[in-house]
Nanobody, 115 residues
Framework: VQLVESGGGLVQPGGSLRLSCAGS????????MNWYRQAPGKGRELVAT????????VYAESMKGRFTISRDNVKSTVYLQMNSLKPEDTAVYYC?????????WGQGTQVTVSS
């Protein structure tokens, strides 16, 4: 199983970014996918979850209305659209999948929100 994130970077407060995570080595379309983040000096927190079909999503409270998780099972890719970004959204964002009861992580992509 391999998860590869991309799309992070530096953005001003109020700006937007779209993160991507390409999955391989497993049947992507049959597994739910998650985005987590870890800010400096803090623990890793769940950002959003999407079911295998994309029919259901769940967000952490602080991300509701600003972030959107989606997926393209043809491309084996999950996305995180982030709008109205705040400095407190600065973190390393990780893609996660639990495949056959084992948790897999990408390498992470840095998102920095600063003026």
């Amino acid at each position: 199983v391999q998860l590869v994130e991309s799309g992070g970077g530096l953005v001003q407060p109020g700006g937007s970014l779209r993160l991507s995570c390409a999955g391989s080595g497993f049947t992507f379309s049959t597994y739910g996918m998650n985005w987590y983040r870890q800010a400096p000096g803090k623990g890793r927190e769940l950002v959003a979850t999407i079911t295998s079909t994309g029919g259901s999503t769940v967000y952490a409270e602080s991300m509701k209305g600003r972030f959107t998780i989606s997926r393209d099972n043809v491309k084996s890719t999950v996305y995180l659209q982030m709008n109205s970004l705040k400095p407190e959204d600065t973190a390393v964002y990780y893609c996660n999948a639990v495949v056959r009861f084992r948790s897999y992580w990408g390498q992470g992509t840095q998102v920095t929100v600063s003026s």
